[in-house]
């Protein structure tokens, strides 16, 4: 253990201090503690890391410690300005006001533009005029070595554990000897002052004063305790912050108020902008929780202040509003994040602030598509549509209005919305987003099973894709157009077994046609001779014959079209196939 604790810690004489610095400043004495503590074991004896250290002690009420560390400053060094301070405010936290004189003394007369030691000689000499009177009667010996001060500490502690019991005379007595000033005393005890009134006026009261309680103890003893403790405390406060000490804080506190109103718009200012700097950082960078719990401390805040502190103030919770619930919607919180949204659009529309009303429907817009209402989506978008400014905003704005028509089977509406954000995109100028709305225009005519022209579409997707080096979405469209051309094929297919069953049904029946009227022209020339009757049947039978090779012909000319169709559609996803099997390799 003991090896453990002389190891040299893990770390730098700066990075500690520096570390334990800021939390002594944020109140966290036993970490700063611990810091300095490395610190010392990496350089020892620093008179600076003493000096810190021992403020931590006395900011723990370890006076003993502090003082060895205040001393151990001094020791190469009695002129070290910081180490005689810090000496002297020990001295007076511990009572000895007369030792801390000395060394206020002793750093003004190194230090005179210091101001620290020219009040620290006021508040000494003052406390020593409530203790003992005037200081003329004090001699005070300045000597380089004060070590007794340490036995005279143990004295003082010995004496106080002594009770001094006062006789009913002397209690008597107190009452009847001159009070502070009302006024001084009420500066001293604040709140506790109508306590202590409260208490002199049972005094007066005789018969209560000679009751007792249930216990056993007499009323007017713990009145009079109670005044004592009371008592106690102000001599303590008098000495701990004279008057004069609480005269000037409250002016300083009126003069730090002044400047603050007058520099507060510019603070707020550049509160407002790196506030809201940190929260787009935060969710930018994947710390959603961070960010939603940095914009509801600020949210609050700006609610706290006047609309003459803040410009602009509604406008600012809106976009406060807007930023918890995009953290929200990040981390999962998906009603949360709505309900968020719809205060920034409330906000927005109360104040008549028209891009902030667009940019609250675009953002629950979004949430809705998130969850799966895509009729809500699509009716809250199309209500932003008018509102849109720029042509790649309504490029975004009718692609995602046509996704969610997808999403939900409407293939008509989400080809004809993919069409306008293609035409949009093309104004822009947008590759990425002709990309994306071609792709659309494409998926909606499978869906219509348009294939031939979701091919054509797809090979534009493609040639994008490859313009803009996606290598993701080439494979993707590379895919998607292997699966198309398999369902165009099989359509082919379907079409030219329909066709040549339809083509034998039709050949069958113009053959029995033919001979039905055959018939019955024979049947009319029976009075005519049998020569004229021979050789019109004879013409009959030829044009039935021409009729039905004309036919045969037709038949078979489609299929051989089909024929070409079909081979034309396997030989181009064989290229595609090839072209993916290179990319591959």
């Known amino acids: 253990m003991a090896a453990a604790e002389d190891s040299v810690p893990a770390g730098t004489f700066p990075s ?44 723990l009420g370890d006076t003993e410690n502090s003082l060895k560390d205040a001393e151990a400053s001094l020791q190469n060094d009695k002129t070290f300005s910081k180490g005689l301070y810090q000496k002297a405010e020990i001295l007076y936290t511990m009572g000895d006001f007369e030792f801390a004189l000395v060394f206020y003394h002793r750093g003004y007369r190194l230090r005179p533009e210091l101001q620290k030691f020219r009040l620290g000689i006021e508040k000494s000499q003052e406390a020593i005029v409530n203790c003992i009177g005037s200081p003329s009667s004090v001699k005070l010996e300045n000597k380089e070595d004060l070590c007794f001060i340490s036995r005279q500490a143990e004295s003082k502690k010995a004496n106080q554990k002594l009770q001094v019991k006062l006789t009913k005379d002397q209690k008597w ?3 009847r000897e001159p009070v502070r000033n009302p006024k001084t005393e009420r500066q001293l005890l604040g709140e506790l002052y109508a306590d202590k009134a409260y208490l002199e006026k049972l005094l007066k009261d005789e018969d209560l004063m000679e009751s007792s309680t249930k216990q056993g103890i007499k009323v007017a003893d713990l009145v009079l305790s109670g005044i004592s403790y009371l008592d106690t405390r102000s001599e303590f406060w008098q000495q701990q912050k004279p008057i004069y000490a609480r005269v000037r804080e409250r002016k300083l506190r009126q003069q730090r108020w002044m400047r603050d109103k007058k520099q507060k718009p510019a603070e707020v200012g550049r509160y407002v902008v790196k506030s809201m700097e940190d929260i787009d950082m935060l969710l930018t960078g994947d710390c959603p929780e961070e ?57 927005a529309r109360e104040n008549d602030l028209p891009d902030a009303v667009s940019r609250a429907l675009d953002n629950i817009g979004r949430v ?55 035409q949009s995109a093309d104004e822009e100028g947008d590759v990425e987003w002709q990309l994306h709305a ?11 099973k348009d294939y031939r022209s979701a091919i054509l579409n797809f090979e534009k997707a493609l040639e994008k894709a490859k313009l803009i080096h996606n290598e993701d979405a080439q494979k993707a469209i590379i895919s998607a157009l292997d699966d198309v051309s398999k369902s165009f094929i099989e359509e082919l297919h379907g079409r030219r077994e329909e066709t040549t069953a339809y083509s034998l049904k039709e050949g069958s029946f113009s053959a029995g046609s033919t001979e039905d009227g ?25 044009a039935a014959a021409a009729a039905g090779n004309r036919e045969d012909h037709r038949g078979r000319r489609q299929e051989r079209g089909e024929e070409r169709g079909e081979e034309d559609a ?4 064989e290229e595609r196939r090839g072209a993916r099997q290179k990319q591959k390799k």
């Open 16 to 59: 500690f201090m520096a570390e334990g610095t800021l939390l002594c400043r944020r109140g966290e004495y036993g970490k700063a503690l611990a810091c300095f503590n490395n610190a010392l074991k990496l350089r020892a004896g620093d008179k600076d890391c003493l000096v810190a250290r021992s403020k931590c002690y006395l900011k």
């Open 518 to 542: 055959n018939l019955e022209k024979g049947r009319e020339g029976e009075e005519s001779e049998r020569s004229t009757e021979h050789r019109g049947g004879e013409k009959q039978k030829a």
């Open 570 to 573: 396997e030989s181009k996803g």
């Open 173 to 175: 007595t107190r009452k």
């Open 368 to 422: 809705y598509a998130r969850i799966g209402k895509f009729q809500q989506a699509i009716d809250t978008w199309e209500e932003k549509i008018p509102m849109a400014k720029s042509s790649l905003e309504k490029t975004w704005l009718f692609h995602e209005i046509g996704q969610c028509y997808l999403e939900l089977d409407k293939a008509e509406a989400a080809q004809n919305y993919g069409q306008k954000s293609l």
């Open 438 to 448: 071609t792709v659309l225009v494409a998926q909606a005519q499978v869906k219509l």
């Open 291 to 347: 960010s939603c719990k940095k914009a509801e401390r600020v949210l609050k805040t700006i609610q706290g202040w006047s609309d003459d502190e803040v410009p602009k103030k509604n406008e600012l919770i809106g976009n406060l509003h807007s930023c918890i619930g995009n953290a929200q919607l990040e981390m999962g919180q998906m009603e949360a994040a709505l309900q968020s949204h719809k205060m920034d659009l409330e906000v």
